[in-house]
C-alpha cells in the first residue's frame, strides 16, 4: 500500500502547479483524499479534502478560488490543481487518505490523526 506525491518545484508568483498523488495497492475511489501542507516552523494544516462519502470538497480559506482538488478513478490518482501561487504557499505538501466516515471539512479540520495512508511529501516553493 503506497500513495506517491509528486508535482512540486519551483515556480514564481502567480504561477501555477499541478500535485499528483498516485496510490497503488489499493482503489482510491474508497477513501476521503486530502492535501496538507506543513512550512517551515508551522504546523502541518489542511489545505483540500474530497469526500469519497458524497463527492463534497472542502478548502481552507487561504486557498479558496485557488486551488482544486479532483481525482481520476481510472489513474488511481488525485490531483491539486494550484493556481495564482503565492509565497506563503511555500510548504511541503502531503497527500492523505482516510475512510470516509466524516466529511472532508472534518478531515481536513481536525482529523488529520484519522488519515490512515500517507505519501511522502512533495515540496513547492513559490518565490520570485
Known amino acids: 500500500v503506497q500513495l506517491q506525491a509528486s508535482g512540486g518545484g519551483l515556480v514564481q508568483?502567480?504561477?501555477?502547479?499541478?500535485?499528483?498523488?498516485?496510490?497503488?495497492?489499493?482503489?482510491?475511489?474508497?477513501?476521503?483524499?486530502?492535501?496538507?501542507?506543513?512550512?517551515?516552523?508551522?504546523?502541518?494544516?489542511?489545505?483540500?479534502?474530497?469526500s469519497a462519502s458524497d463527492g463534497s470538497s472542502y478548502y481552507a480559506d487561504s486557498v479558496k478560488g485557488?486551488?482544486?482538488?479532483?481525482r481520476d478513478n481510472a489513474k488511481n490518482t488525485a490531483y491539486l490543481q494550484m493556481n495564482s501561487l503565492r509565497p506563503e504557499?511555500?510548504?511541503?505538501?502531503?497527500?492523505?487518505?482516510?475512510?470516509p466516515v466524516y466529511s472532508g471539512t472534518y478531515y481536513c479540520n481536525n482529523g488529520i490523526d484519522d488519515m490512515n495512508y500517507w505519501g511522502k511529501g512533495t515540496l513547492?516553493?513559490?518565490s520570485s
Open 13 to 50: 508568483p502567480g504561477g501555477s502547479l499541478r500535485l499528483s498523488c498516485t496510490a497503488s495497492g489499493f482503489t482510491l475511489n474508497y477513501y476521503t483524499i486530502g492535501w496538507f501542507r506543513q512550512a517551515p516552523g508551522k504546523e502541518r494544516e489542511g489545505v483540500s479534502c474530497l
Open 66 to 70: 485557488r486551488f482544486t482538488i479532483s
Open 89 to 99: 504557499d511555500t510548504a511541503v505538501y502531503y497527500c492523505a487518505t482516510a475512510r
Open 124 to 126: 513547492v516553493t513559490v
